[in-house]
Every structure is written in structure tokens, then in C-alpha cells.
């Protein structure tokens, strides 16, 4: 009985989940469709497999005129959404510190992990707040807050900065019916953090499991002595958007496995 509660749960809502199609994005667009949610997924490649039920719009989203194909596509598809999970983002640049990075890498960042949601929020907003309800989650990362400056500098900066738009949001349109909620993953075992890796540990010239070992030590360690499955970030999304979280909005919740050092 309690597992046909939860599978409606979402039952009638629209959800769009940019980056749908891999890691966190994948995992969290399963959990909201298997909550009952039609749920449409963004990536620049078709999925490797499709989806059951998902509809797939083709974009990059660092375009501005790809983001405006995408939120129209979805107003005339689906009247908008009801839940938005800006999911979208990467830590693509050089590492090596200040000097390795340009101006490019510094717009890139920007435009992935910061003007994507800016751009897609803004797109959307109008409708749901017409409708005075929605959820909006940005995936952030702990390292908008915990910058590590040989391998993260420009992304954690552009982390930072959607941490602080995403409270600036919720502060304004959060008595008018809508949530706005950050999300702070710490490390997850997806194919972006394996490339990641492999990136890190080819450069310095160690075993993968060596340099899995050495990102712990550098993040201060992590407790809970493993990364996370891309699910249980989903989970905690999915109860996020759920009803159940109604009194939810302006925070922004590390699931991190104990990384944080601070209370
Ligand atoms: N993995 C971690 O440990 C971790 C930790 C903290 C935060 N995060 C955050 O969690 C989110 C998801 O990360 P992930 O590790 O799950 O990434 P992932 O496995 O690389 O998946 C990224 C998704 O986004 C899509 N994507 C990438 N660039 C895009 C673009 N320019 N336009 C449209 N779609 C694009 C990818 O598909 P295409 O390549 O086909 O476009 C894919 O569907 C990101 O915001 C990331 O910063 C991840």
C-alpha cells in the first residue's frame, strides 16, 4: 500500500531534467517518472538507451538560443512544467590553477554550470508563476564551496555563484507559491567523475584507485569511506519535489557522505 502512494506521488506533474540522459540527471529523471511524474530530459546526444517514457529534446544548453528551443518546445508540448531540475553542469577545464585557465574556460564555466539555469528559469518562470506553484532545483556541488584550486577553480566559482542566485530566487518568488531549492552533491560515482579521474590520474602518473584516494584525502575525506550511487542524490531530489517537502524552499542540502567538516 505504501509503495502505490509513493509511485503516484507525482502523479499529473510535468517535470524537465536538463542532463537527463547520464549520471545524477539520469538517475534523478527514473526517480520522479517511476513517482508517477511525465518527465522530459535535455542532453546535447540522444541517450544510449531509450528511456521508458521519457521525451527527449536534443540541446546545449551553454546556448542561449538552445535554451529558448527548449522552453518553447516544452510550452507548446506541455503548457510548462511543474517541476525543473536544472541538473546540467560540468567540470570540463583545465586544472593547474589560475593560469591555466582562459577567458573561454572562464565563460564556459559560466555559461554551463551558472547562465544555463539563469536562462532556463527565466524561460519557464512566467508560466509557473502564473500558475502560483512549481519546484526548482539546482544541482550545485560542494565544491561551491569547497573549491580545490588545481582542479576545480572556474567550476567551483560558477557553483558559487548559482548557490547564491538559487537563494536569491527562492527569496523572491517563494511567497507566490513556488520552492527553489540548491542541491550540493559531493562526490557520485558517474561517468563525468570517472573521466575525472582517469583525466587526474593519468596526469600524475597513478593507478585510478590512487588518485580515488588522493580526491578523498583532498576533500578532508569522506566518512562514509565511499562516493555515492547516483540514486541516493536522486532520492533526496525526489522527496524534495514531493508534496511532503512543502515547507522546503532557500536552502541548499550537501549530500556528501559526512565530507563537510563544519557544523
Ligand atoms: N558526479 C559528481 O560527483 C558530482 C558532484 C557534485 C556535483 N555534480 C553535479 O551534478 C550534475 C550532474 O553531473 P553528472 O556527474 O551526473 O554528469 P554526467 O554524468 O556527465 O552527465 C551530464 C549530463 O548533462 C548533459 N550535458 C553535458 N553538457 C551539456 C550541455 N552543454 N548541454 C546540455 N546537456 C549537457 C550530458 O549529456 P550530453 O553529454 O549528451 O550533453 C549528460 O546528460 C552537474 O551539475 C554536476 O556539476 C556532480
Redesign the pocket.
Known amino acids: 500500500m505504501e509503495q502505490h502512494i509513493q509511485d503516484t506521488e507525482l502523479k499529473g506533474k510535468i517535470a524537465l531534467v ?10 534523478i529523471a527514473n526517480k520522479l517518472a517511476q513517482a508517477g511524474a511525465q518527465v522530459i ?7 544510449a538507451e531509450i528511456n521508458s517514457g521519457h521525451h527527449f529534446i ?6 542561449a538560443e ?1 535554451v529558448s528551443r527548449v522552453a518553447k518546445e516544452v510550452a507548446d508540448q506541455f503548457g510548462g512544467v511543474d517541476i525543473l531540475i ?7 577545464f583545465p586544472g593547474g590553477g589560475f593560469a591555466t585557465l582562459s577567458d573561454e574556460d572562464w565563460d564556459q564555466a559560466l ?3 551558472l547562465l ?1 539555469s539563469v536562462r532556463l528559469d527565466r524561460a519557464l518562470l512566467p508560466e509557473m508563476l502564473k500558475k502560483k506553484r512549481g519546484v526548482i532545483i539546482h ?5 561551491g564551496q569547497f573549491p580545490i584550486w588545481e582542479s576545480t577553480m572556474a ?1 567551483s566559482a560558477a ?1 558559487a555563484a548559482l548557490n547564491a542566485y538559487s537563494k536569491s530566487l527562492a527569496t523572491e518568488v517563494s511567497s507566490q507559491g513556488l520552492r527553489v531549492i540548491t542541491v ?10 570517472t ?2 579521474l582517469e583525466d587526474l590520474a593519468k596526469k600524475a602518473g597513478i593507478t585510478l584507485e590512487e588518485m580515488t584516494n588522493n580526491l578523498f584525502a583532498r576533500v578532508g575525506g569522506v566518512p562514509i569511506g565511499r ?2 550511487d ?1 540514486e541516493e ?1 536522486a532520492e533526496l531530489v525526489r522527496f524534495l519535489v514531493s508534496p511532503k517537502a512543502s515547507y522546503i524552499t532557500g536552502a541548499n542540502y550537501a549530500i556528501d557522505g559526512g565530507n563537510f567538516p563544519i557544523v
Open positions: 536538463t542532463g537527463g540522459t547520464k549520471g545524477i540527471g539520469k538517475a530530459i535535455t542532453a546535447r546526444n540522444s541517450p536534443a540541446a546545449d544548453l551553454s546556448k538552445d536544472n541538473n546540467m553542469g560540468a567540470n570540463t555559461q554551463i554550470n544555463s544541482i550545485s556541488s560542494t565544491s567550476y557553483k550540493s552533491p559531493g562526490l557520485n560515482k558517474t561517468e563525468a567523475m573521466t575525472f562516493m555515492a547516483p542524490t
